[in-house]
């Protein structure tokens, strides 16, 4: 069964950096399009981070460009977003998901991923 797990969350003063992590099982992550997607009280689920393929640029969302990084780590079939600088408006459920590779630049909408993982709070706040 896939299976997409999130840890890495926590409560961060502003400036502060976290390492989510983004760990797969039932199948190999790396074939896949990955995305990290964001969701605030009462706001729309927003994508932060995308990649169509293991070969496609990285798309970034404007307010995260520079601070936020995507990486994987292939024998641990694992996928990570180092976020540093951060500010209280990056305060949200953070998720990374997943669906068949896609050529282009950017994230597809929300309802084309079709593994999902549960989510990890990330909260910014002095």
């Known amino acids: 069964q896939a299976q997409l797990v999130e840890t890495g969350g926590g409560l961060v003063q502003p400036g502060g950096s976290l390492r989510l992590s983004c760990a797969a099982s039932?199948?190999?992550?790396?074939?896949?399009?990955i995305g990290w997607f964001r969701q605030a009280p009462g706001k729309e689920r927003e994508g932060v981070v995308c990649v169509g393929s293991s070969e496609g640029y990285v798309y970034y969302e404007e307010s995260v460009k520079g601070r936020f990084t995507i990486s994987r780590d292939d024998a641990k079939n694992t996928v990570f977003l180092q976020m540093i600088s951060l500010k209280p408006e990056d305060t949200a459920v953070y998720y990374c998901?997943?669906?068949?590779?896609?050529?282009?630049?950017?994230?597809?909408?929300?309802?084309?991923?079709?593994?999902w993982g549960q989510g990890t709070q990330v909260t910014v706040s002095s």
């Open positions: 039932g199948f190999t992550l790396n074939r896949y399009a």
């Open positions: 998901a997943t669906q068949r590779p896609y050529s282009g630049y950017g994230c597809q909408p929300v309802t084309t991923y079709d593994h």
